[in-house]
C-alpha cells in the first residue's frame, strides 16, 4: 500500500467502474458478491476513491455495492462523473429511482453536458477513466463502449480487473 500512495503523490488509489447496461440473470447473482471480495481488496491496498458514470446496469450494481461498503470503511467516496443532466430521460421508473438514491448518497457528482449528444457517454468514459489508477470492468463483448473504455483504460496503463474473467475462472 505505502508503494501505491508514493507513486500517486501520497493521495489514496481511484479507481473506475465500466460494464455492460444488460447483465445475464445468471452474472447477476454472482457479481455482488465477487464485487464485494474485489473492492473490498482493493480498499485493503489503499482504495479512496471509486467512480462510476450513472449508468443502467453494472454502473449500477457497483455504486450500490461502493454505498454498502461505506457502511463499513467510512473514509471511502463515490464520485459520480455522468454524461449529462437528463440522462434518464428515458428510463423506467424504478432505474431513475435508483439513479436517484445513488446521486443522493454519492459524496460528489458532476455532469459533463446539460444535454445528450452523440459522443457524451464516450466523453464519460474517458472522464472515468482519467486520472484512475485501476478499473474494475465487467466486459464480455469486443465491441461498445464497455469494451472502449476498458481498452482506453489498458492504453492508459490502469490495472484492469475484468469481472468476467474472475467468474469464467472459478
Wanted: proline share 2%; aromatic share 10%; net charge neutral.
Amino acid at each position: 500500500m505505502m508503494e501505491n500512495n508514493q507513486k500517486n503523490g501520497g493521495r489514496g488509489l481511484t479507481v473506475c467502474f465500466t460494464g455492460h447496461r444488460n447483465i445475464a440473470y445468471e452474472d447477476a447473482l454472482r457479481l455482488p458478491a465477487l464485487l464485494d471480495r474485489v473492492l473490498t481488496d482493493l480498499i485493503e491496498r489503499g482504495t479512496t476513491t471509486f467512480r462510476a458514470g450513472g449508468a443502467i446496469g453494472f454502473d449500477t450494481v457497483a455504486a450500490l455495492k461502493v454505498l454498502e461498503l461505506k457502511e463499513q470503511y467510512p473514509h471511502i467516496r463515490l464520485e459520480l462523473i455522468l454524461p449529462c443532466r437528463n440522462q434518464t430521460e428515458y428510463w423506467e421508473e424504478t432505474a431513475v429511482r435508483t439513479y436517484q438514491y445513488i446521486v443522493s448518497r454519492a459524496d460528489s457528482h458532476r455532469f459533463l453536458f446539460d444535454t445528450y449528444f452523440d459522443g457524451c457517454m464516450l466523453e464519460r468514459d474517458r472522464k472515468l477513466v482519467e486520472g484512475s489508477d485501476v478499473c474494475v470492468a465487467f466486459c464480455k463483448r469486443s465491441r461498445g463502449g464497455t469494451a472502449y473504455t476498458f481498452t482506453h483504460a489498458l492504453r492508459a496503463g490502469l490495472e484492469v480487473i475484468n469481472l468476467n474473467d474472475l467468474m469464467t475462472s472459478v
